[in-house]
């Protein structure tokens, strides 16, 4: 998928505005990914250890982030996970007994689920949309639930800021939203943060005290937080 066709499905599934050019290059780095297209990095960087977990994929215990550890599903509550991927495909869905959506950024990712998640469980799985986290596809007050882990650190604080805005609009009345940050104390972030850069996409690494004042900024409430998640990962779970 080239980045033109890229550009074009965006321009026709939300309105451009400034956050379209980096929406666009994550897409397209997490798309080379799902294809399995190779990445052209110089030597240098094939040489950090960081690149040689990442190509092995012992890299991803130390990003992963199990939401469910903080806020896990609730049988017959609906749930949203934005930058879903591929996880109605990976995670217990069908033992949690809740309602799947989703909405992601990667029309690989996208038209992989829906092509699959039907098949695993037409009653949990409701679709997944093609569209960016600051300008979700769906009603308010719609979610019991709502995830975004796995790309928070692709975009700045001002961009996160509209993004609580939609969760907050999403979510039922007392309900919860769960989303992963890194850890930008640990010595490893800035190793990863260079090589996601040589990937294609650069990486904004916030102090945990800015992502408490841009949560509170927009009336949210943090009731949960786990440190030290897969080495590099900081779980929140957020009211509003």
Known sequence: ???????????????ADKWQ?????VAHR???????????????????SIYQEWKSGTLSSKIAAPFW????????????DIGCGVSFLIYPWRDWQAY?????????????LNSRGSQLNSKLFKGVELGAAHHLEYDGAQFDLVIATGFSYYFPLEYWQLVLEEVK???????????????SAQP????????????????????ASDWKKTIKSQGGKIVNEQLGVG?????YKVKF
């Not at 066709?5 to 939300?14: A, M, P, T």
């Not at 799947?100 to 992989?112: K, L, T, W």
């Not at 260079?194 to 690494?205: K, P, S």
């Not at 080495?231 to 779980?235: A, D, G, H, S």
Request: some cysteine.
């Open 1 to 15: 998928m080239s980045k033109n066709s890229l550009s074009h499905i965006f321009k026709n599934s939300y309105s």
């Open 21 to 25: 050019q980096r929406i666009e290059q």
């Open 30 to 48: 997490f798309n080379q990914q799902y294809q399995n297209q190779p990445f052209e990095l110089p030597e240098e960087i094939k040489q950090m």
């Open 69 to 80: 550890e903080i806020a896990q599903p609730q049988k017959n509550q609906h749930c949203l």
């Open 100 to 112: 799947f959506h989703g909405q992601e950024i990667s029309n690989i990712a996208r038209d992989a």
């Open 169 to 183: 609009r999403v979510l039922k009345p007392g309900g919860n939203f769960v989303f992963d940050t890194i850890n």
């Open 188 to 207: 490893v972030a800035e190793d990863w943060a260079v090589l996601e850069t040589y990937l294609g996409t650069e990486v904004f690494l916030e102090t």
């Open 231 to 235: 080495e590099m990962i900081t779980l």
